[in-house]
């Protein structure tokens, strides 16, 4: 295991033992379910420039954790009250991000668990968001839970199958219901792969894309963390790489511009390849808005005071960055599903919220100005 990873996944365990997700994100295990919003049947509203192939992909990443006992009716209304507040935001695309889980670092099989969303209900939020005229990407996401829970150290990227080629059989099996339902429902890309850094020189990949291009037939994509994408060639065969990106910036103090910030971005990329980078998705970004998280911007706990000026920093300058380099989009990490952006509070809800915040009005004037 990386020593630079370290700091993160120990913060992970607290996550845990908190009862929180592994993104800071509340999960309930319990029978009961979230305050139902008021049943609608209103149509979303429609974005007033739909991406067309070439526009780049501006949008968040939706992050759903079901609960026990949903009904379709909530999932409906929950999912209008979401793609409605993303086209206020001069989004064109949303991801939507769901849980899958294994028993292990070295187990040799995935599979759905209860806060995994069915298909059935995916397609109602995938509906909700076609109807608006958003961008749609499907991305399975492997929670860690159980990964921390087994090795405080371990993560996503570190998994060491037992038998690599049963891993491999049981996740195709995992994933072709999902791709199946992106080819039903207006999906353009399906993510087949997150941050699975430990896996990506399998040769088996070829035959899991070749098995889901059989399935599915939009665009494959693949996101790797932000240090696997900086040190070297992601061999997964995909068509379009994202990149999970929390680059440390270790000098820069909660007072930092975002001149400076975009600096260190810069440096970063640079590790890469300098100049436009018109093929690649940031696919996540994001940061909590407290003290000192320049430094470790993939944790999303936080002990220190409320700071909505960091975060507001910080997506100012990934929105400079992405459009200087031309990339192919940027996606915002992220929205809860369970979430009602009108009773945001921002004294009060998670420190990676940008409900409400200074960060919110950031991505409305950032979509709204970006070159298309």
Not at 76 to 93: F, G, I, P
Request: aromatic share 8%; hydrophobic share 45%; proline share 8%.
């Amino acid at each position: 295991m990386r020593a630079r990873l370290r700091h993160l996944l120990v913060l992970l365990v607290a996550l845990v033992t908190a009862g929180c997700g592994p993104f800071g994100t509340a999960v309930s295990r319990s029978s009961s379910s979230p305050s139902p919003a008021p049943e609608t049947t209103a149509a979303p509203a429609k974005v007033s420039r739909p991406w067309q192939p070439g526009d780049p992909q501006l949008g968040a990443q939706i992050l759903w954790y079901a609960y026990s006992g949903e009904t379709d009716t909530a999932v409906r209304t929950q999912a209008l009250r979401l793609v409605d507040h993303m086209v206020a935001l001069n989004m064109n695309a949303v991801a939507v991000s769901f849980p899958f889980s294994t028993a292990g670092p070295t187990a040799d099989r995935v599979r759905a668990t209860a806060a995994t969303p069915s298909p059935r209900q995916l397609a109602i939020l995938l509906d909700t968001a076609a109807a608006a005229g958003l961008r749609i990407t499907l991305r399975p996401l492997l929670d860690e839970r159980t990964l921390v829970a087994a090795d405080p150290l371990a993560w996503r990227g570190s998994l060491a199958p037992a038998d690599r080629a049963a891993w491999f059989r049981s996740y195709g099996a995992f994933l072709a219901p999902y791709l199946e339902l992106a080819a039903r429902h207006h999906v353009r890309t399906v993510v087949v792969g997150a941050e699975l850094t430990s896996l990506e020189d399998d040769p088996r990949w070829r035959d899991l894309l070749t098995t889901a291009r059989s399935l599915f037939p939009g665009e494959l994509s693949y996101d790797a963390n932000w240090d696997d994408y900086v040190s070297r060639h992601v061999p997964v065969p995909v068509d379009h790489l994202g990149v999970d990106a929390y680059f440390p910036l270790t000098g820069l103090g909660d007072d930092a511009s975002v001149a400076d910030l975009v600096a260190g971005w810069q440096r970063w990329l640079d590790r890469k390849s300098t100049g436009k980078l018109p093929r690649i998705v940031l696919s996540e970004v994001g940061i909590v808005a407290s003290g000192g998280a320049y430094r470790h911007p993939a944790v999303w706990k936080s002990d220190g005071p409320l700071d909505t000026t960091v975060q507001r920093r910080w997506f100012e300058a990934a929105c400079q960055v992405a459009r200087d380099r031309d990339m192919a989009g940027l996606y915002w990490w992220n929205l809860d599903f369970h979430a009602d952006p009108g009773a945001a509070d921002p004294r009060t809800d998670p420190p990676a919220s940008f409900l409400s915040r200074p960060a919110e009005s950031v991505i409305a004037s950032c979509f709204r100005a970006w070159p298309r």
